[in-house]
């Protein structure tokens, strides 16, 4: 618990959570109670406790019908090696299914109690000074998947004219279609709602992908309230459908975070569960029922099929410490391929399986850059000139999704050629611009502002979902079997903290350490995609 207290942060080098700007702001800043200060300022005394919430959609069953949504909180002031291990994790309620809840922060409001409570200090005894003192815990991090944080932030959701929460960019629709999902192109110069605006109300043309429109604390929170205090229900839809926010969140209490970058996009949903299976479909020729267009970046016959097949067979020659099963036929049945799966095959097998197979080379080249620079992300630390080159690469990488630029050969004046790989600036195209895409482009803002993106992952989540898979006693009423496994844990902690009786009621027997975890000790990750961190990046 003395671990945030310790710490020493390191101008050039992000490390942790507690090198981003969040935290370093919050801690010149005075605490404030419905808008009066309080006398202390945040973490201002090394005990005091930095927290994370976590949530996400949980589906009891195969048949995804059925959903709930827990929420559990990480503390921050443990170091990261056991930090996020299961036995440190505090569940604080599950949101139960099986349809999504109309009003999520209901949910959230028991908490939000307990953490103002925090904020004035909670009176509790220092064994070690023998003393009475103030405790105080803050909230700094809220992060999960998309649907969840749109959910807890009360925003429209990533279909919206506004999807993203991080800034501004206008979604566009397919056009002469049925479909009502948004997407955001940089480029949409050529799509109709720009052609045909009106010239007092044009549209933006062209996005600068290192100039977005970013949001702001005040400008969202302003919006919450404009919205929140419509004076009818037909005006309150049109002010959130002109900025994307349904109204004030719960969460807007607390003075510890801010809006929007309190809640950055977590990592594995969004390479590992997103962008990487959408290539995918698109080099398979399977994305959305589009074809190639005026390129060919898809596999040719049994191209796919053969890299499967290749996956599966690496793992008799892959040590069983670099990952946690082995590698499976990933052209079988992708959709059983878990996060961390995929993010092996991307790291280590991708880059060789796919290497010669695209008609063009730029096909390639374009995906190793990505690997490249998510090796860069998944590193331990990072330095300030790692960051720059992250924030540059995402840029590139996204323009480069939707146009790159190649000094033609074939010209002896260098005409610029233009080589459009997924997006090609067509409108009806524009479904290959997803927010998952343009979510890139906000990864270096959040390191710089939250620290490692290992910090508010959420693999953590998922091995804790994956824990009341097991315990769901009842088909029937799986939701209330959650429930009462969760209480019945707490209470149990409960009592052995109360009675420090830890061993004499641990529902597992020991771990006895044997040859084969002493004989992989130095090579073990100790989390998902660490044993890419000393690697270097692929020429």
Known sequence: MQYRGKFISDADIIKDLFDGENYQRLKEEYVTIGGVPQPHKFFSDPRDIALGLSLDGFCPFKRRSQTCWPLIIFNYNLPPE?????RYILCVGVIPGPRKPKDADSFAYPLI???LEFLAGIST??????????????LVAVFGDIPAISMIMRMKGHNAIFPCRMCLIKGIRVPDTRNTTHYVPLYRANHPTVTLAPGDNAEVAV?????????????FLDQARHVQFAPTGAEEERRAKACGIKGIPVLSHLPSLFFPSSFPFDFMHLIWENLLPNLILLWTGKFKGLDEGCESYQLGPGVWEAIGEATKASGS???????TARPQNVAEDSSACTADSWSFWALYLGPVLLRGRFQKEIYYKHFVKLIKLLRLCLQFEMTKEELTEVREGF???????ERSVIISQLHTNNDLHFVRIYYQNSPDRVSTCPLTVHALLHI????E???????????????FCGKLLRHIKSRRHPFASIDSYITAVAQLEQIKNRYNAHDQLALLPPKEANSREFAFDECKPSCPCASSFSHKCID
């Open 444 to 447: 270096a803002d959040s390191i």
């Open 449 to 463: 502002a939250m620290g490692p993106v290992w910090a508010y992952w959420a693999f953590p989540m998922e091995r």
């Open 82 to 86: 056991i930090r996020f291990l299961l």
């Open 113 to 115: 109690v307990e953490l």
């Open 207 to 219: 996005y600068a992908s290192g100039n977005l429109p970013l949001r702001t604390h005040k400008q």
């Open 317 to 323: 020659t892959i040590p069983s410490a670099y990952a």
């Open 125 to 138: 005894f220092d064994v070690e000074q023998n003393a009475l003192f103030a405790l105080h815990a803050y």
């Open 395 to 401: 840029q590139d990488w996204v323009e480069t999704f």
